[in-house]
């Protein structure tokens, strides 16, 4: 009764199950693996001591920046040369702009530093002059943006002498040296009315939409296996029963082919008249 499960079209189902299902059952593996990750990526920051707190180290021990170094307090020594205006980023649900300097550290490279955040339109606004000579700044290490981070402005089309993306990408272009792929938020010394701006948890350390998302995923990919191995079942049970009755002589299509039987022949042509011996039909007009 299973033979059917030989034949070639069965082969082509039975081969696509047998892929599909472990493929779904890895797929939501995968997902679950990342949840868990950001699970445990979240109480770990959640009982690290806080890096606003410890003792500053040098840059060149905190990069690259991961997940572990990012908001640490990083040292770094140099120069100050061109600045720029970060617009469109709020702090305290105010709208504002960041300062943002470039920290010339020798080696033909600088470090971008926000110098602070001011209220107000950046439009026809000149950054605060920066210290003069060699300086040390201390601020939370961060990585560099992109386009999925808050606040960024990746369109384009913005004034000369503003940015909206800090990342080393864009400002490697802006500037006639190397950028480090990093920046940094000064924790103190702010001046021209500029506040401090608290540095920002990395991206896919926290239970985020993101981390609700591989969750999601997880349950549709393991919906998704037990899906395919119900539909198989259905399939196999449908062609079993078709076999079974056609085995007993029960017709599995519609109806008999053919039209519907006509009425009696009298039912068209009117009663049938006396027999006429002579095959023909009796005549209607009396005899004189």
């Not at 021990?61 to 720029?84: I, N, R």
């Not at 920002?200 to 296996?225: I, R």
């Amino acid at each position: 009764m299973y033979r059917f499960l030989l034949t070639p079209r069965w082969w082509g189902i039975n081969l696509f199950v047998v892929l599909a299902i472990p493929f779904c059952i890895f797929m939501g593996s995968w997902q679950l693996g990342r949840f868990e990750d950001r699970v445990d990526s979240h109480r770990s920051a959640e009982s690290a001591p806080d890096p606003a707190r410890q003792a500053a180290v040098p840059l060149a021990e905190l990069l690259p920046v991961t997940t572990e170094t990012s908001g640490k307090q990083a040292e770094a020594t140099g120069t100050y040369g061109e600045q720029f205006l970060v617009p469109g980023r709020r702090l305290d649900d105010r709208d504002g702009y960041y300062v943002l300097g470039m920290l010339k550290t020798g080696g033909k490279r600088a470090l971008p530093v926000v110098r602070g955040w001011v209220a107000g339109d950046a439009k026809g606004a000149t950054p605060p002059p920066a210290p003069q000579g060699r300086v040390t700044v201390v601020g939370a290490l961060q990585a560099s943006e992109n386009a999925q981070t808050d606040g960024v402005n990746a369109t384009g089309g913005l004034p000369q002498g503003q940015v909206g993306m800090i990342s080393s990408a864009t400002l490697v272009n802006l500037v006639p040296y190397d950028v480090y792929d990093a920046w940094v938020t000064q924790s103190s010394g702010q001046t021209g009315g500029m506040k401090a701006v608290p540095a920002v948890a990395p991206q896919g350390s926290g239970l985020d939409l993101k981390a609700f998302q591989n969750l999601g995923y997880t349950g549709e990919w393991f919906v998704f296996a037990g899906f395919v191995l119900f539909m198989w079942f259905r399939l196999v049970r449908r062609e079993v029963e078709a076999a079974r009755d056609l085995a007993l002589g029960i017709p599995t299509e519609g109806p008999a082919e053919g039209p519907p039987a006509e009425g009696p022949a009298e039912d068209a042509a009117g009663p049938a008249g006396p027999a006429d011996p002579a095959g023909q039909g009796a005549s209607s007009t009396p005899v004189r």
